[in-house]
């Protein structure tokens, strides 16, 4: 029974060791950093063990989540982000809190933002959540990264997205029209939250997909599931292993992936034949033809080769497509709909320079749509308020020096984007008030210092989809304008919430 012993000393040392191990990880990891953090001047919430401040975060939103505000309230952070402001409160601009185990530095300041997405880059990576297979231009780093980026880039400059305008424009004329009959028959209230997205899917499955349309509405529709199920797993704290546990969320995420996954495929497939057949060489002029196009070039005339993306990277692609072309936009349109509502006056200049530059009926083109100098103020002046993404997340694998700060490796860092844009000491006393004004000079004088606005990021890893969000935005909100004169319902709540983007909790009546 000798070897009966030694088995049970094995698993008791394998034991004592994995205990040892958790112990370190889940609580004198954790002490040793607050100690180093504190050593700086830096506090910050207690840890709690294993889940951090997770738990308070969830817990103070759901309660402002039943709060909201007044019509005139454009001072959100409280409402979206109560922890994260009520920690600023109490221990100053720079603290550090627990996402589970990991520290996360709340960096409010454009220069340090700067040192993270600019001056520094390449030493600060995205935080990734253990996606499993190819991921889209979002979740690489390094010359990956790099490699993707070269293939990405053709599609979204500006002069080839300006040839998507007829796209964009036909998806809102179909819209509008229904909206005119709504509109005749009565109706004279409805959620634009809702239009909007519906017109923003019918966009991005024209643009990306072209003439697989109608495979396009069917895989962002799907998409749209996805985005509501990655949402509620960056809530939860990352448990290792736990995506491959056959949970009824994990389930449903399985499916909708790999339905995704077949459609796409279905789609990049029936391209490859079709250039097969024709022998043209040329994959179309929509996103996935461009992508096609570019990827096939970088590859020295070859498809698939080390230099280029193989299927499962193009599918990945085509979910940021997704986040790129519809959530974002929706986002933006909806809040800018809302402050003009809001602000008749603003509403009637907008108006009145469209018409100006576009004409009563002739649809925005690619000749006059840079004419809308107004238009992206406004714009702006609604992505400062209501920037989309409320925060940009990163990490550092090495220990790292962030201004005065020593940073020890694994730290996560937060750039607060929506505290930032509505800091009075960057903007001024009216930092909470709609005033498109603010940017008639540019971007970069708007501000007491130029990094104050980044809704898209910045530096390298500026959102690729940048230029094809506003340049939709200022097509459909031109149509808008053209067509309608609106007003906020009598019925609309006033509650922003943040939901992966900042949308508006009961809709846009």
């Avoid at 830096?42 to 951090?52: C, N, Q, T, W």
């Avoid at 996935?288 to 993306?309: D, I, P």
């Avoid at 319902?489 to 949308?503: M, N, Q, R």
Wanted: glycine share 8%; net charge positive; proline share 6%.
């Amino acid at each position: 029974m000798e070897w009966l012993f030694w088995v049970a000393t094995a698993v008791s040392a394998g034991l004592g060791m994995f205990l040892l191990q958790l112990a370190i990880d889940i609580w004198w990891k954790p002490l040793r950093i607050k100690k180093h953090f504190e050593a700086q001047g830096i506090h910050g919430p207690p840890y709690k063990l294993v889940y951090g401040n997770a738990p308070d975060i969830v817990r103070m939103a759901n309660e402002e989540s039943s709060k909201p505000l007044p019509l005139s309230g454009h001072n959100i952070a409280p409402r979206v982000l109560p922890a994260y402001h009520q920690w600023e409160k109490k221990y100053g601009h720079d603290y550090v809190y627990w996402f589970g185990t990991k520290p996360r530095l709340y960096v409010p300041h454009p220069e340090l933002a700067k040192e993270i997405l600019s001056s520094k880059f390449g030493h600060f990576e995205k935080i990734h959540h253990n996606q499993a297979g190819p991921q889209g231009i979002g979740g690489l780093e390094g010359e990956k990264w790099s490699q993707r980026r070269r293939i990405l880039n053709p599609a979204f400059h500006m002069e080839v997205l300006k040839g998507m305008i007829p796209s964009i424009a036909e998806s809102g004329t179909n819209m509008f029209r229904e909206w005119s009959k709504l509109i005749s028959s009565g109706a004279n209230e409805f959620d634009v939250f809702k239009e909007l997205s519906i017109l923003t899917s019918d966009i991005i499955s024209r643009t990306a997909f072209g003439s697989s349309y109608a495979e396009g509405n069917y895989i962002f529709d799907l998409q749209a599931q996805q985005i509501l199920l990655m949402f509620e797993r960056f809530r939860s704290v990352y448990i290792p292993g736990s995506r491959f546990i056959p949970t009824k969320k994990n389930r449903q995420r399985w499916w909708v992936d790999g339905e995704i996954r077949r459609c796409v495929r279905q789609v990049i497939e029936g391209r490859e034949r079709t250039v097969g057949i024709e022998k043209s060489g040329d994959y179309g002029t929509d996103l996935l033809g461009l992508m096609m196009n570019s990827n096939k070039k970088q590859g020295g005339g070859k498809l698939h080769n080390n230099m280029t993306m193989n299927i499962e990277e193009i599918i990945a692609e085509c979910q940021t497509f997704y986040i790129a072309g519809q959530e974002t936009t929706t986002i933006l349109l909806t809040w800018t709909i809302i402050l003009l509502g809001m602000h008749q006056d603003w509403q009637g200049r907008a108006r009145a320079e469209v018409l100006e530059v576009c004409g009563n009926n002739d649809l925005p083109n690619a000749d006059n749509v840079n004419g809308l100098k107004m238009m992206g103020m406004i714009l702006n002046e609604s992505l400062r308020l209501y920037p989309p993404a409320v925060a940009i997340n990163r990490q550092t694998y090495k220990p790292m020096k962030l201004g005065r700060l020593s940073i020890p490796a694994g730290t996560q860092l937060q750039i607060p984007i929506l505290a930032m844009h509505h800091d009075p000491s960057l903007w001024g006393s009216d930092v909470n008030e709609f005033n498109p004004e603010r940017f008639s000079q540019g971007i970069s004088k708007a501000a007491k210092h130029p990094m104050a606005f980044i809704p898209f990021a910045s530096g390298p890893r500026i959102c690729i989809g940048q230029n094809f969000a506003l340049l939709e935005a200022k097509v459909i909100l031109a149509m808008i304008l053209q067509r309608f004169s609106f007003e906020i319902s009598p019925h609309y709540i006033h509650a922003p919430v943040h939901s992966l983007t900042l949308k508006p909790q009961h809709g846009a009546q």
